[in-house]
């Protein structure tokens, strides 16, 4: 490729709290038009902001989940600017003295990527458009939302190093709670700094931001086209532009949104209605011993200290309940290997097949820990184990009330066995003839028959080994 | 009257509470025509207040504010009751809520006479930038009240109400109350919740009470002063008894006097008059500290571009879409809200958004926001080191008495510097009462100030009531 | 130098509008008022900004929701209201 593009990242992620950042309406996804809004987040003269805790602690986790330095000293300021979303004509955010700076996240390849900062603002109202009757109607349930934003320096230089950026960061916010990080329904937005220069040059070119795009194949998808794009222009001797542009996953192209009438002057001040922010080192290490462990921990652990394929690692831990229930069911039966099979295979069909998600789940992972055990205890077969699992899946019983229930127990007691073999022989004196007389396929349907009539918990392998003996 | 006197009569049945309150409306109604006081008249209200806190009064429940008819300033939100911060902009608005303060009032069946004119989202030092017209010294009615609380420093002169409460961001509690003979006390920055306050310039205002008399702001500001969880920058520290120090010895104090307010620019009648109150405490035993304080040559200007500065941020959400007047032009929302907003502010509110916008944008931040915020700083640290020598402090309260309606009021600039002597207070949060302490030769009131330590209002209103005790005042002729 | 075009750019931050005249009366005004605001440009750059003092991170507000205010109490002020929202000419 002529170009390298050059590429930064700004990740707004909507916090996990119960109420707004600065009002106590609640912060919940959707509701009818201006059903969940007061005073404060309308904008009524006269009100004040209040500052929410949880939506501090939540930022301060996403620090600590990024590696950054979080800061004792905090202070907030308002942005001004004039919108139909944004009722006060101010958002209220972080500029000057942000909570968190200074992260950074490995990404496929070894390469670092520099987290600039992350800091907390407010989201705005939503707008429905009619054109018919060209207006826009306010809907203001989305205002003070509590958002933080996290601004990467311009460190990317591929798609596949923004995409695995981008899903660590949801995986990590998912895992410590600040964010469900679901970019389809936008509580995970990506907006995307671009520019592209010659192989070889190291002055930047100049950059263009792309927005709406609600998943990391859109994301993908808006990045090629926009490299194209611009070394299109390039190689035309024309100059890029440097503006927002809107992706659209239809055409699978970005178009340049009308530019404002005016070049924006936020004209930033510190906000004087709500004092800046302590965080002693007490509180901070108290918020920090209260972080599970991250994914990236996890994933080391599952590969170095339980031998899992990386592969195999990598799925566990992509859904921080599956890899929860993982971790339960290996405490009670550290036998890493089965119980990731078990889990991988057999429970991940029946989760997908019934659209459940892990919290559904009727039985618990010691449940599930005891089943693989019972299986490799041979106290029930492995094919047997399925079947229970697959109850297990529909009624919530344990495991060995199934087994007992089913007859799934098997029998290893080789002296009734051996009648049984005998009497099974006796019957099929010419199968038996046959296999002796070299027919070696007649094994399996005499296993068949020993099966048969020892009922569903015979152990098939002492079966197996009575029938060689006495077929010798 | 006291209101401890009304309180007394209030409770011994000298007098309903209804009789009281119609009383004053009576008076309102005669007399506002001419001074225009009050934007809203809330007659039917009041006395249903007042019916009610007879109840109170009557099944021995009553408390010290049961049954005492005030004005409120109209940059107060009152629950169903307009609130227009005498600005064409909110001329219709009704806040779905009430004031702390007012809810705190409320519980006490305070009766509400109605909401006090005052200049434009209290912009100004006059009373006359109100979309409702000006308002008119009850003293000379050809002459300002000053401003931008003048409805409610106008209404206590005029015995429209029994006390007021007003707003003060820059001298606009303590400056009226000066032109107009009456005590008016400006709290510390954090000892009265701004919650229902219609913000000017978030980190400088504050409500404020004015009175007859010292002992009165006292006595109202014990029922709406403390920690309130609705306002982030009210504050723990205030302690209430506002009043517990009237009466006791003040000989000894030490009351500091900044050479820099008596310089060029001070009116000579204001001067001797303020001076002559330095000696009377003089004679009572205070000892009188000469104090400096060098910044004040900036004070003005950092105030304006601070204040302008948040005033711009605070009135962008009045764009005509969620409240307030909204222009019929406008195809777009860009030219919607342009027009709005100019139908609905007057000039003067427009010319302290320019200012703000001016001290924010882009190029001018540093030499101007920044810098001011600088000198804020300064100008704290030098309050600081001035406290630790002396109590209080006694300065003019304005460099001249009220003027002529028309005199002044439509040069900016005048305005702006007319307000050296109470713009410091605010900037460094600190208490200030300001109370009459003579008369010029037009018959018009001088006001002095004095300023306390951060929380100390207590000491404040007890210097001040000992000077208010010795003092012939002289009523307003209406 | 203050001037009309600073003038007008100001009144586009501050969403003004201005006829002519009004436009150079407000320059003129301006114009004596940065005079005295330009006091401040001189100042001791070296003397810290001034912050309100620190809350600790304790006496926040607790993370709990309450109710939410009535729909019909939010709009009641406003002038134009469909869907219950608040109605502007249509932006991009």
Redesign the interface.
Known sequence: MRYQPVIGLEIHAELL????VFC????EFGG????????RC????????????????LAAKAGFATDCVVHN?S?FD?K?Y???DL????QITQFEHPICTDGHITVTGGKDIRINRIHIEEDAGK?????YE???????NRCGVPLIEIVTEPDFRSVEEVQDFVEQIALRLKYAGVCDARMEQGSMRVDVNISIMPVGSTEFGTRAELKNLNSLKAIGRAIEYEINRQAEILDNGGTVVQETRRYNDNHGDTKA??SK??AH?Y????E?????????DA?MAEIKASMPEMPQTRFARYTKEYGLPEEDSRLIISNKEFSDFYDEAVKVNPDYKQISNIMLVELMRHLNESEKAVSDLLFSPADLAELVKMSTDSVVSRNAAKDILKIMFDSGKKPMDIAKENGFIMDNDASGMDDIVSKVLSENADSMESYRNGNEKVFGFLMGQVVRAAGKGANPKLIKDLLTEKLK | MALKKLRDMLDKKEISAVELTEQYLDKIEKADKSINSYITVCAEGALEDAKKAQEKIDAGSANAFTGIPISVKDN??TMNVK?T?ASKM?ED?V???D?TVMEKLKKSNIVMLGKTNMDEFAMGGSSQTSYFGGVKNPYDLSRVTGGSSGGAAASVAGGLCAAALGSDTGGSVRQPASFCGVTGLKPTYGAVS??????F???LDQIGVIAKSAEDTGYLLNGIYGYD?????SSKKSEGGYTSLIGSDISGIKIGVPKEFFGDGLNDEVKQAVLSAAEYYKKLGCELVEVSLPSLEYAVSAYYLISS??A??NL????G???GTRSGLGDD??DL?KNSRREGFGNEVKRRIMLG?YA???GY?DAY?KNA?RIRTQIRSEYKEIFEKCSLLLTPTAPTTAYKIGEQENDPVKMYLADIYTVTVNIAGLPAISTTCGYDKNGMPIGMSLIGKPFDEKTVISVCDRFERDFDKREAAL | MFNSELTKHLA??S?LEFTDEELDKMTEDMTDIIAIMDKVCGFDTSKPAY????????D???????N??P?DK??ANAKNV???????????
């Open positions: 709290t119960d109420s707004k106590t309406c609640q912060n009818s038009e201006n059903t969940r809004v007061c005073p309308s904008g009524l003269p006269g009100t004040l902001p209040l500052l929410n805790q949880g939506a501090v602690r000293y202070a308002r001004n004039f919108y139909p009722p006060k004509a101010y707008l429905v458009h009619d054109d060209g207006i826009s109607m306010a809907d203001y949104l009308r009438e005016e002057d004209r930033y001040f510190p004087p209605d709500i004092p800046p922010v302590l965080l002693s509180d | 107060i939100c609130t911060c909110l608005f806040p779905p809520y004031a701004r919650w229902g306050l219609i913000a310039a978030s980190s969880a609705n306002d982030a920058t500065a948040e711009a941020s962008s959400r009045f764009d879409i969620k409240y929302y860009n809200i916008n924010l944008c882009s931040y926001y915020t | 586009e931050l969403k912050a309100l003092d620190a809350v600790d991170y304790n926040l507000r607790a993370d709990a929701h309450t939410s205010y729909t939010i709009t469909k869907n219950n929202s608040f109605v502007v000419p249509k932006v991009v």
